[in-house]
Nanobody, 124 residues
Framework: QVRFVESGGGLVQAGGSLRLSCAAPRFILENYGIGWFRQAPGKEREGVSG????????YYADSVKGRFTISRDNAKSTVYLQMTSLTPEDTAVYYCAADPYGNGWPRAASYNYWGQGTQVTVSS
């Protein structure tokens, strides 16, 4: 069973930063596209950022471009999401997920392995 472990969430003031981590089996990190998604109360899950499985291409939602950075460290079997200039609109549960074909971002339905999520709360 594939298991992801997200961490790094928490409470931060507007304008602050957080770095989320997603630890997963090395095989998955090296061969699957990885995406970060978020879901706020009463809203649909949305793609935040993704990274390709081979060429390392990165993708960002318009709402986070210039503020968030996704990266992958295969040696540590971890994908990171560095978040800066956070606003209350970024408050949500953040999930990492794996896409076996590497071309599914930002469609959540393309991702078949999901972590349990980590809460990010940004206060104004």
């Amino acid at each position: 069973q594939v298991r992801f472990v997200e961490s790094g969430g928490g409470l931060v003031q507007a304008g602050g930063s957080l770095r989320l981590s997603c630890a997963a089996p090395r095989f998955i990190l090296e061969n699957y596209g990885i995406g970060w998604f978020r879901q706020a109360p009463g809203k649909e899950r949305e793609g935040v950022s993704g990274i390709g499985r081979s060429d390392g291409s990165t993708y960002y939602a318009d709402s986070v471009k210039g503020r968030f950075t996704i990266s992958r460290d295969n040696a540590k079997s971890t994908v990171y999401l560095q978040m800066t200039s956070l606003t209350p609109e970024d408050t949500a549960v953040y999930y990492c997920a794996a896409d076996p074909y590497g071309n599914g971002w930002p469609r959540a339905a393309s991702y078949n392995y999901w972590g349990q999520g980590t809460q990010v709360t940004v206060s104004s």
